[in-house]
């Protein structure tokens, strides 16, 4: 029991490490990449991917993954149906961690895609009660997941949940400020134009001689002239 409490206590240990890490990063892919990273570091796990929602939130979609497999994956564009048999689609659909411990059962991905899992756990990603996707874990051995161990690693999700969320929202208002540079400067590029072009009618107007400088400053020699 007194070895069960330590585990306990080292897993929210490292779970507060990989917060603090993963809350200075401010782009989404970085974020996800390193966050996946880290968890599969930690806590010995040798495949673990986090899946996003797509804009229709009918398709969890991988976004990032530490392991080879897993990258192939997303390379080949893996995705999810929020509503088909997958731990996965059944973790965001109930928005609780599922856990499978023999992947010949129905609720796996891992004996089709995943060859040396047999574990998985799947647990929902959430921030403000807004479910933002998943974040799936492989291991190769038997029996690695507890019900207690899910309730550590999903205080882990929820906070990687937020961090995406502020992420995207930070991401969001630099591309908007980005724009409102971009808008501002052409107003003012179209301003400047105007007054050039309104400065050079005046100038045809009332100096068709072109007695003016040009640059619109009065020199020794235009004065005298005048």
Do not use: C
């Amino acid at each position: 029991r007194t070895q069960n409490l330590e585990n306990r206590i080292h897993q929210l240990e490292i779970t507060a490490r990989i917060i603090q890490q993963i809350s200075a990063i401010q782009q989404l892919e970085p974020l996800l990449q390193q966050t996946t990273q880290l968890i599969s570091d930690h806590f010995g796990h040798y495949h673990v991917g986090i899946f996003l929602l797509d804009e229709n939130r009918q398709n969890a979609v991988l976004r990032a993954a530490n392991s080879l497999v897993g990258k192939k994956h997303i390379s080949d564009g893996d995705r999810v149906r929020v509503r088909d048999t997958s731990l996965i689609s059944a973790a965001i659909e109930n928005n609780e961690a599922r856990i499978s411990q023999k992947i010949a059962t129905s609720l796996s991905l891992g004996n089709i895609k995943y060859p040396e899992t047999l574990s998985e756990l799947a647990l929902p990603l959430r921030s403000e009660g807004v479910l933002l996707g998943a974040l799936n874990i492989h291991s190769k051995e038997t029996g690695v997941f507890s019900r207690e161990d899910a309730i550590i690693l999903q205080l882990l999700a929820d906070q990687v949940a937020l961090a995406i969320d502020n992420t995207i929202l930070f991401q969001q208002t630099q591309e908007n400020l980005t724009s409102s540079q971009r808008s501002f400067d052409q107003a003012s590029l179209r301003a400047w134009q105007q007054y050039l072009q309104k400065a050079g009618e005046l100038r045809e107007r009332y100096d068709p001689n072109k007695v003016l400088p040009p640059n619109g400053k009065m020199t020794e020699t235009s004065t005298s002239t005048i």
